[in-house]
């Protein structure tokens, strides 16, 4: 399995042309819901974003990435790769329980992996479904809506069906909310909204780097 490269931070190295300084990790910023945000990990390593923002926690589903050294952040890490074979279902339930606990203390949580594609979606698509209520279908959406390039991979897909069958027997009886919770859905700046009407089809498979 290739190793993971650290993601170079936002910064006046990286800005081109007219940009801005910093103006790349804006742009890879979605904003799942108002307090709950979901990027790269360069986002993570621009400390002035992370203020502006005022995050106060951050999720980091990887191995290797670095995490935040922005001061007042706090960072949860959960150590895997972006491989289907990978045990993402074991994680998903202290993630939710942890972002959560952030919300209510009135911190704005970043969830974060290499890419901002395949784990950190998955993680920020379980926390929709266990404090949100939504079926993983619409949770899916709803991340989706934010953040276009979205995408777990096939075996975190398949641990999210057991996810929400697990939700399913705790409450017997009930069905998963269709509705987006209150602020979900909100579209980043700088991002078009998705294109894609209808429920979601599983990601397609083989391994991302």
Known sequence: MDAEAPAP??????????????????????????WLLLGPARVAA?????????V???????RQQPCPRAPGVRTLRVPVFDDPAEDLLTHLEPCCAALEAAARAGGTCLVFCKNGRSRSAAVCTAYL???????????FQVVKKARPVAEPNPGFWAQLRKYEEALRERTP???PR???PSGAGARESGE???REKGSPRPPASGRRP
């Open 129 to 139: 479904m266990r404090h949100g209520g939504l079926s993983l279908e619409r949770a």
């Open 56 to 62: 106060t926690f951050c999720v980091n589903v990887t």
């Open 178 to 180: 269709r509705e987006a």
């Open 192 to 194: 078009p909204e998705a």
């Open 173 to 175: 009886g009930s069905e």
């Open 9 to 34: 931070a936002g910064g006046p190295a990286e800005a081109t042309g007219s940009e801005a300084p910093g103006s790349g990790s804006r742009r890879q910023l979605a904003r799942i819901t108002p």
């Open 46 to 54: 621009d400390a002035e974003l992370l203020a502006r923002e005022r």
